[in-house]
């Protein structure tokens, strides 16, 4: 017998017929004599549907209530999933965040997990209870309804199959796995039969929304056996492991993208110590990420550009701080560019190999794209190009890494 944790994304739920599909997949495990936890979704759509509606009723709301009203959508398809694995015949209930408890921090849409007591799950498990759980909602330690930030139900599996030390934690989602790059762009993109958690990471914070970055952290630091695979098709998906599983290493091993973020320049700042505090410590104050940075060289020893990229979303509380800010940090103007996208190389092989950069540079060159920022760590490259030119930069690196399918 073994102990699964089996997640849904939003598409294996979208409507009570794919319920059924999905309750069949978790029947099969409870057939085969296996002790099954359940994570589901809200159905497809419902989740952006529930943000609209709180923006629509005030765009500057509480994010106490914005969590309040966006859970909601988990507490459907659990109940609904319940009911359904009930008429098959196998007793099951549902739990919602609080009910378990998964215990949060505070921080409102995008909360961490602190701790989930799995006391009351094993105990119904060991009767032969599905445990249908709401992914992406908890509870923080005053007992508000917390969530885990867009994508949160996937890090809701896999927390769970941590606590639950779980023998797997399958992740069924609308692709039958990882792929070397979005399937959806690009359409030579080829599945992966085995990836390193370390590339997985890079993949889902550089923007391959397969995984949500913390669910991959979390499988990392737990050592939970992670597999994504397809709730529509029978047939094995993508393992994430240990890199000492893998055998062959590929120089690249996947290529992701990022429409999200947006870049700042702040034209002829002063070049003076500590300027670069000045510009990034009150953004650090207002809770904003920034990601890439590049500061130019001074020509006459006393202004300089800066550039740097922060979350489309945060873009004009940015502009609006650095201006605030203007007359003491000392730069000439802000131009803000939402229209970019930051492309990404990933592979482990890299650490071992010289030029992969260099071909990356040239690739693009032969197609006329301008690298308008880059940035580099041990086992990836990131660059920002103009958004009109993604698509067809991901197909050409793609070909140029030799990642296209066969045939
Ligand atoms: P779910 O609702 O099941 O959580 P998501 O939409 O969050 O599903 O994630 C699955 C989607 O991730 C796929 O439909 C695909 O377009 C996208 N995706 C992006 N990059 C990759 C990749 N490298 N491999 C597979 N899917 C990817
Ligand atoms: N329903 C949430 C979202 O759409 C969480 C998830 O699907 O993982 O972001
Ligand atoms: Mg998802």
Redesign the pocket.
């Known amino acids: 017998m073994a102990r699964i944790v089996q997640k849904f994304?939003?598409?294996?739920v979208a409507d009570l017929n794919r319920i059924r599909n999905a309750a069949e997949r978790v029947k099969r495990a409870v057939d085969a004599g296996d002790q099954v936890a359940v994570v589901v979704?809200a159905m497809?759509g419902e989740t952006n549907r529930l943000v609209d509606l709180v923006r629509q009723a005030s765009p500057l709301h509480d994010a106490r209530e914005y969590d309040a009203v966006v859970a909601s959508g988990e507490q459907v398809t659990s109940g609904l999933m319940a009911i359904v694995l009930q008429t098959m015949g196998i007793q099951a209930r549902s739990f919602q965040g609080w009910q378990m408890p998964l215990k949060t921090d505070n921080a409102h849409s995008r909360a961490r997990i602190l701790e989930i007591d799995t006391t009351l799950m094993r105990q119904r498990m060991d009767e032969g209870v599905v445990a249908v759980c709401a992914g992406f909602q908890g509870v923080s330690n005053v007992g508000r309804i917390t969530t885990l930030g867009r994508?949160g139900?996937?890090t809701s599996a896999v927390a769970l199959a941590a606590a639950l030390e779980a023998d797997r934690c399958d992740i069924f989602?609308?692709?039958d796995?990882?792929?070397?790059?979005?399937?959806?762009i690009v359409t030579k993109?080829r599945k992966l039969d085995r990836i390193t958690y370390e590339e997985m990471l890079e993949?889902a914070s550089l923007g391959?929304?397969?995984l949500q970055t913390r669910s991959v952290e979390l499988a990392m630091n737990h050592r939970v056996r992670v597999q994504v695979l397809s709730s529509f098709e029978d047939k094995p998906g993508t393992l994430v492991v240990d890199e000492d599983e893998i055998m062959e290493h590929e120089v690249v091993s996947?290529i992701?993208y990022n429409r999200d973020e947006a870049k700042i320049t702040l034209r002829r700042v002063a070049d003076r110590p500590g300027v670069a505090a000045a510009i990034f410590g009150p953004l650090a104050d207002a809770g904003i990420n920034v990601d890439m940075i590049v500061q130019n060289v001074s020509a006459d020893g006393e202004t300089t550009d800066m550039t740097f990229t922060v979350g489309k979303a945060d873009l004009d509380r940015v502009n609006a701080l650095l201006k605030d800010k203007q007359a003491t940090i000392g730069f000439g103007e802000v131009i803000c560019d939402s229209g970019v996208v930051k492309v990404s190389i990933i592979g482990v092989g890299m650490r071992s190999h010289a030029g992969v950069a260099q071909k990356m540079f040239s690739t693009l060159a032969e197609r006329g794209i301008n690298i308008q920022v880059i940035s580099t760590s041990e086992i990836k490259v990131s660059i920002l190009i103009a958004e009109d030119y993604a698509e067809l930069a991901l197909r050409a690196l793609h070909t140029a890494y030799g990642l296209d399918a066969i045939g």
């Open positions: 994304g939003g598409t294996s979704s497809a994508g139900s996937d989602t609308d692709v796995g990882v792929y070397t790059c979005d399937p959806r993109a993949m391959a929304k397969v996947g992701a």
